[in-house]
């Protein structure tokens, strides 16, 4: 945990591995843990990691290639207390409530499509969120997440607001509409949510009062500042 003035801030990450049947692996994406993470902290926030399974949570290796690679993950793995957090996660269930929370933000991630949108913790914390006016952020495929409040017999948090999410435009440039259990801005849609994408691959983050979403990967330094503004008030 960061020493920290302004509150803490719960960050969720998939503990899924596998790549559908594909015998591939994925997990979170390093960079939509690494920019908001940094990001909070040097704001004043303390951060705390949960995920379904606690421990460590796998990463997709794709993140740490060159071409993903941003200043942002070079300081998180420079950054001692930031790898011990990753390294030793929350298990999901045993936080009670966010009662000493300042906001929740989904990591993206293909693992997050299998154990994000039915995980019951998630849907229980996150309807919480709604209720009380506690932000939410989520980027790309961590925004399957927010299903979870509805799917688990919950409120809907996502009905008649503004959303982005990972697209159908882009799943298919990466090879995977095949793969994922379901397309992700077709189900945002299905619940009620108003969906908006912008070219693929480029930064997009859509704020709607206290719910912070952004696109993909390209878009997890706007949902983290646009959050900053929303826990400010």
């Given amino acids: 945990m960061s020493k920290h003035t302004q509150g803490k801030?719960?960050?969720?990450s998939t503990s899924h591995e596998k790549l559908g049947d594909t015998?591939?692996?994925?997990?979170?994406w390093m960079e939509e843990l690494a920019a908001p993470y940094m990001a909070f902290t040097d704001a004043g926030?303390?951060?705390?990691i949960a995920s379904p399974n606690g421990g460590k949570p796998p990463v997709d290796a794709g993140s740490l290639a060159d071409?993903?690679?941003t200043d942002s993950v070079d300081r998180f793995e420079a950054?001692?207390?930031?790898?011990?957090?990753?390294?030793?996660?929350?298990?999901?269930?045993?936080?009670?409530?966010?009662?000493?929370?300042?906001?929740?933000?989904?990591?993206?991630?293909?693992?997050?499509m299998w154990d994000f949108p039915d995980n019951t913790d998630l849907g229980r914390l996150l309807t919480e969120a709604a209720s009380s006016n506690t932000p939410i952020g989520a980027v790309c495929h961590g925004?399957?997440?927010?299903?979870?409040?509805?799917?688990?017999?919950?409120?809907?948090?996502?009905?008649?607001?503004?959303?982005?999410?990972?697209?159908?435009?882009e799943e298919d440039m990466v090879g995977?509409?095949?793969?994922?259990?379901?397309?992700?801005?077709?189900?945002?849609?299905?619940?009620g949510a108003s969906y908006s994408e912008a070219e693929p691959f480029s930064p997009y983050v859509v704020a709607d009062k206290g719910?912070?979403?952004?696109?993909?990967?390209?878009?997890?330094?706007?949902?983290?500042?646009?959050?900053?503004?929303?826990?400010k008030g």
Avoid: C, W
């Fill in 23 to 28: 015998g591939n692996k994925t997990g979170f």
């Fill in 9 to 12: 801030v719960l960050i969720v």
């Fill in 176 to 191: 995977l509409t095949q793969v994922v259990p379901f397309q992700l801005e077709d189900h945002l849609k299905s619940a």
């Fill in 211 to 231: 719910l912070v979403t952004g696109q993909n990967p390209a878009s997890s330094q706007g949902v983290a500042e646009k959050l900053l503004e929303a826990m």
């Fill in 45 to 48: 926030y303390g951060v705390d």
């Fill in 79 to 112: 950054n001692a207390e930031a790898v011990s957090a990753i390294g030793a996660t929350t298990r999901l269930d045993s936080i009670s409530s966010l009662d000493n929370y300042a906001a929740i933000y989904l990591v993206g991630g293909h693992g997050t």
């Fill in 143 to 169: 925004v399957a997440g927010l299903l979870s409040a509805s799917n688990t017999g919950e409120a809907n948090i996502i009905k008649d607001k503004k959303i982005t999410g990972f697209s159908n435009r």
């Fill in 67 to 69: 071409n993903a690679r």
